[in-house]
């Protein structure tokens, strides 16, 4: 696919995409030497996470951010709650960021900041976020 006039085919290929073809001989064109690329028994790519798996990985793990939260303040007697709009906007500022799973904590540590600086701690609250 070099060429002015090429048509059609690989072109029409997201950049990420390129990625899930690469070679081993690829690599070796590329410029790195055949020892490091015979280190390389397996070469996987990964794709970039929706809105819907970065939700899904806020609440569904074991230890998932979410539940920490809701851990953490239960403590001091604070229920607190993420609706599904909560949830999304977090996912969203990190598609934003382009930082996937692990933008999902300072998202989510800046709301959880500023819900928990309207409850108050001598009597049991109930935060919705």
Do not use: H, W
Request: hydrophobic share 40%; charged share 25%.
């Amino acid at each position: 696919m070099i060429g002015f006039s090429t048509e059609g085919g690989k072109g029409d290929l997201k950049p990420g995409e390129y990625l899930s073809m690469v070679l081993p001989e690829d690599l070796l064109k590329f410029g790195l030497i055949p020892e490091f690329v015979g280190r390389l028994p397996v070469i996987s790519t990964l794709e970039p996470l929706d809105e819907a798996a970065l939700v899904r990985i806020l609440t569904e793990p074991r230890n998932a951010l979410v539940k920490q939260y809701q851990k953490l303040l239960e403590m001091d007697n604070v229920a607190l709650e993420f609706n599904a709009e909560a949830l999304e906007a977090i996912a969203k500022e990190a598609i934003k960021r382009n930082t996937g799973a692990a933008g999902c904590g300072p998202s989510s540590r800046k709301l959880c900041s500023m819900s928990c600086s309207r409850c108050r701690p001598e009597r049991t609250s109930r935060i919705a976020s």
